[in-house]
C-alpha cells in the first residue's frame, strides 16, 4: 500500500502573507491541527497550532511567515506505507505535505490516514499494556479550560482523560474540543483580564471510551479507525493505569521495525 491509497487530497492551505487569525479559523473549522504554507504555487513549510497560540485574538495584524515550520518532512504518492508511517511518527505534526517533483502539493497524510492501512503494516498479538504509556496527565471536571489549554501545550498532548476521585475515568477533552469552540483565542486575555474561565464539564467528551490492559492492540487500533479518536485511557478494575494512543501502535507494526 501506499501514500497515494490514504491520503486526503485537496488539502487547506494557507500562504505566508496572510495573518494568523486566518490559520486559526481554518484550523478550528476543518479540525485539523496544521496547515501547509503554499508560495508561488510551491510547498514552502507548516504551520501549527502549537506555534500561534501565543498570539492572541487582540494581534489581527501578525501575519504568518514568522511562524512557518521549514523542517516538516514531505512524502510523495507513491512513498510506502511503512516509510511515511516511520516519517509520521518522527514528527509531532501528526500530518505530512504529499508533494510532486517540483514541490507542488497534492495531498495531506495524517496520522488518522494511516490507521485506514493499519493491517498493512502487520500489527502485533500484544496486549495494550505492553505499548501504553503509564504516566498519564489528567484533570478533573471542574478543572478550567485555560489551565488544560496550558498543560496541553506544556506536556506536548492532544487530549486528557476527565477523572473523578479515585481515577475513574468519566470522559475526555482533546485540543479538538477547545478549537472548535474557539475558547483558545480568549484563553490569554481572560487570564489577564482575571474573567472567570470556563470548565472541562462543558465541554468534555462522555461516555469515556476505554481499554483494558489485556485488550489486544488490534482492538485499539481498530477504535481508532472506527471512532475518529487519537487517545485511549486504559483501565483496570475500573481504575485509570495508563493511556494508548495511535503513535503507540504505529511504532510496534512489524513493517515499521524493517524499515532502514
Not at 21 to 47: C, F, W
Not at 152 to 170: A, D, K, N, Q
Not at 182 to 210: C, H, L, N, W
Amino acid at each position: 500500500m501506499k501514500v497515494e491509497d490514504v491520503m486526503s487530497v485537496n488539502p487547506v492551505w494557507v500562504s505566508p502573507g496572510e495573518f494568523v487569525t486566518k490559520a486559526r479559523e481554518l484550523m478550528r473549522d476543518n479540525n485539523i491541527q496544521s496547515l501547509p504554507v503554499v508560495k508561488n504555487g510551491k510547498y514552502a513549510g507548516m504551520i501549527t497550532v502549537q506555534d500561534i497560540i501565543n498570539v492572541t485574538s487582540t494581534k489581527s495584524n501578525v501575519t504568518i511567515d514568522g511562524y512557518v515550520r521549514l523542517d516538516v518532512p514531505t512524502v510523495t504518492p507513491d512513498t510506502d506505507l511503512a516509510t511515511a508511517a516511520r516519517k509520521i511518527i518522527s514528527t509531532d505534526e501528526g500530518r505530512l505535505p504529499v508533494v510532486l517533483d517540483g514541490g507542488r502539493i497534492v495531498g495531506m497524510l495524517s496520522i488518522v490516514d494511516m490507521f485506514e492501512g493499519v493491517d498493512d503494516l502487520g500489527l502485533p498479538d500484544m496486549p495494550v499494556s505492553e505499548v501504553m504509556t503509564r504516566k498519564v496527565v489528567v484533570c478533573e471536571p471542574g478543572d478550567p479550560i485555560s489551565k488544560v489549554w496550558r498543560n496541553m501545550t506544556e506536556f506536548g498532548l492532544y487530549g486528557f482523560p476527565v477523572v473523578r476521585s479515585g481515577m475513574e475515568v468519566i470522559g475526555m477533552i482533546t485540543r479538538e474540543d477547545i478549537l472548535k469552540r474557539g475558547y483558545v483565542r480568549f484563553q490569554r486575555e481572560d487570564e489577564a483580564m482575571r474573567k472567570p474561565s470556563s470548565i472541562v464539564q462543558m465541554i468534555m467528551s462522555t461516555p469515556a471510551i476505554t481499554v483494558s490492559e489485556d485488550d489486544r492492540v488490534k482492538k485499539a487500533a481498530g477504535i481508532f479507525a472506527e471512532r475518529g479518536i487519537g487517545r485511549l485511557p486504559v483501565v483496570k478494575n475500573g481504575k485509570l493505569t495508563g493511556i494508548v494512543d495511535r503513535y503507540d501502535i504505529l511504532k510496534v507494526c512489524r513493517r515499521l521495525l524493517t524499515v532502514d
